[in-house]
């Protein structure tokens, strides 16, 4: 009974440190955090949801084309600690986003800075997380 109580136990702790890895957190690793890319547009989507808020927008192209880009951020529960709610952005209002470009070419960003109405929308510290 000893050993295999033992035995099981052993059993659990390799398990759950080899399961570490699939709890890790991606965060900003697809993103370029060493350069700095800003785009302003018209924002198309907003979603609130976990694991990591996502805003979609139309921004226009030097040509006047119109190119897709969505940006990444923190958690919600992170953005609603500074204030934030799933109205905080909705379809239509101009922004400028600010943060990593996408290390494959993409027109996606991870966030670090908003822009609202000419004013800084804050977030709360966690634009790395």
Known sequence: MRKTL????ISLGVLFILSGSAFAHHGSAAYDMSKTVSVTGTIT???FVNPHVLISMDVKDPSGKVEKWEGELTSPNHLARAGWTK???KPGDQVTLAGGPAKSGSTTMWIRKITKDGQEVSLGGGGDN
Not at 6 to 9: A, H, K, P, V
């Open 45 to 47: 989507d907003f979603q």
């Open 87 to 89: 109205s905080t952005l």
């Open 6 to 9: 033992t035995l099981s136990l």
